[in-house]
């Protein structure tokens, strides 16, 4: 029955156990790109993959796209995960439904503002300064200076997430073993796989009732009394430490003091900084590695990179700064390519929670309460009609004054996703990324070495990031 409405709609479908068999096999991002350039080559708006359980749409045509993550939001307002609200790991931005995440989206806007960003730089930068010393004592310790960068990087971010989102330091980059790390990186040891608690969104009041846990339950437990340690000991003391837990408790007071109805309770906090973690950590330092391997591969982008960053530091007596970090306008270049060819997020995904129609040039078609939504975020980035040659990295894309520059639909760029539920931590995540490379191309030179991949290939099994399966090692010497 299911099958007849889309097919009598002219909607083209996969069969469920295929787009399933398709992203075990290859990364789930990439396995949606090739369905979208297919789509795109034969000017079809959509295909649909149909289960008893879930029908999943994905999207080639821009204008429903824009629909679905902006101009209709009120009808996609949620990613479709399940939520258990006793569980507060549960209970962060990115899994909240709807009715709990629109209160508290605008609670923590203001968390991540430039002037909050400002107030946050002098953390972020000692850490960095940090990451920038380990650099050089392991490449003094490695024979021929190859270093695993892929570690130190995720070493970093775990430390820079750490500091700045939960206000401790983690210390990954001196202790690769450090209790904090072993237990952050347990954020991610999911009770179920991925591909369950993406189905597991449309069975909620079931899974409400048997208060089934997404997350072990010693995690949950870890997080809950760090954060509650960290609060007390802060409002104890009288401690600021300028980070984002700083704004957290200010939040939290305000709410107190004010008896809001929606307040901000350490239960929600430890959700959110958790939620900090689980978004930010991966995401940047797989950015972070990637930029550094094609600098690797195209020395020269390397040597324009290098020359920016110098300009600019000349030009404010050599001093690293939020503001001299913006100037570096061919850095943001390099970082913005990066995000285009090896996108982190490689979709996003958002459930119809309203039936609604969505139009395109071959008409309209209404979507059922329920349909899930995919947005082919690495697809549309390597569309060749969008992005020429769009395997090639090319910085001057994003070059207004060059010819190649910026000629792509802006809707055609989304590493952060789109729309009011857009990545809440782009600010930040560009400002690390841009610091900790102006950082290193003022000291270093990355190059390739034997041990460097050809090309990447992204691991199936990590599902909702782009994560290289082959181990990125490159030659790194003091410039
Ligand atoms: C290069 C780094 C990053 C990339 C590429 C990235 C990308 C994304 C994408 C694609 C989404 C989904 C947007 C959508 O569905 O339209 C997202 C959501 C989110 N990200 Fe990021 N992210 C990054 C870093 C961070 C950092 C550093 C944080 C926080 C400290 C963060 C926190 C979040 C949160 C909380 C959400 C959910 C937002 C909501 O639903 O309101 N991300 N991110």
Redesign the pocket.
């Known amino acids: 029955q299911k099958l007849n409405y889309w097919r009598s709609h002219g909607v083209k479908n996969i069969s469920f156990i295929r787009l399933i068999s398709n992203v075990l096999k290859r990364q789930m991002g990439v396995a949606l790109g090739d369905i979208y350039q297919q789509l795109y080559e034969e000017k079809e708006p959509f295909k649909v993959a149909l289960s008893p359980f879930l029908t999943v749409l994905i999207l080639q045509d821009m204008e429903s796209i824009k629909d679905v993550?902006i101009k209709q939001f009120e009808n996609f307002p949620e990613?479709g995960f399940y939520t258990n609200h006793r569980d507060p790991l549960n209970t962060?931005?990115?899994r909240?439904e709807y009715e709990w995440?629109r209160p508290l989206?605008q609670k923590l806007t203001p968390v991540?503002s430039p002037a909050k960003m400002q107030a946050i730089f002098p953390t972020l930068l000692k850490v960095t300064e940090l990451f920038a010393s380990k650099v050089k004592t392991t490449m003094e310790e490695e024979e021929n200076g190859e270093l695993a960068i892929y570690d130190l990087c995720a070493r970093f971010t775990t430390d820079v997430?750490g500091s700045?989102?939960f206000g401790i330091e983690f210390n990954s980059l001196e202790d690769p073993n450090s209790q904090a790390r072993r237990q952050g990186l347990k954020i991610f040891d999911y009770v179920w796989h991925p591909i369950l608690d993406s189905l597991a969104g449309h069975y909620r009041a079931v899974k409400n009732f048997f208060n089934i846990k997404l997350f072990k339950p010693e995690i949950s437990g870890f997080f809950r009394k760090l954060v509650s340690n960290i609060i007390e000991y802060r409002q104890k003391n009288g401690i600021r430490r300028e980070d984002?837990m700083d704004t957290l408790i200010e939040l939290k007071q305000h709410d107190e003091r004010s008896k809001q109805e929606f307040a901000l309770s350490l239960e929600l906090i430890v959700g959110?900084v958790f939620?900090?973690?689980g978004?930010?950590?991966e995401?940047?330092s797989?950015?972070l590695t990637y930029v550094l391997y094609e600098l690797a591969r195209h020395p020269e982008i390397q040597e324009k990179a290098r020359e920016n960053v110098k300009e600019v530091l000349k030009n404010h007596g050599n001093e690293f700064t939020y503001e001299n970090i913006r100037e570096m306008q061919y850095l943001k270049q390099v970082i913005n390519e990066t995000?285009r060819l090896h996108?982190?997020?490689p979709y996003?995904?958002?459930v119809c929670r309203q039936p609604c129609s969505l139009t395109t040039k071959r008409g309209s078609l209404k979507i059922p309460l329920g349909t899930k939504v995919m947005?082919p975020?690495y697809g549309i980035h390597h569309n060749p009609q969008y992005y020429p040659q769009p395997h090639l990295f090319r910085p001057e894309r994003f070059d207004a004054n060059m010819e190649l520059g910026c000629k792509f639909p802006s809707c055609a760029y989304?590493?952060?996703?789109?729309?009011?539920?857009?990545?809440?931590?782009?600010r930040?995540?560009?400002m690390?990324?841009t610091l900790s490379l102006a950082m290193l191309l003022q000291r270093y030179r990355f190059s390739c070495c034997p041990a460097t991949p050809k090309e990447l290939h992204f691991d199936p099994r990590k599902m909702l990031v782009l994560s290289s399966k082959e181990k990125i090692v490159l030659k790194v010497e003091t410039v």
């Not at 989304?414 to 782009?426: A, S």
């Open positions: 993550m990613r962060n931005l990115i909240l995440w989206r991540f997430v700045v989102a984002l959110q939620g900090f973690f978004a930010g950590f995401t940047s797989n950015t995000l996108p982190p997020a996003t995904v958002r947005i975020i989304m590493p952060f996703g789109l729309g009011p539920r857009i990545c809440i931590g782009e930040l995540a560009k690390l990324l």
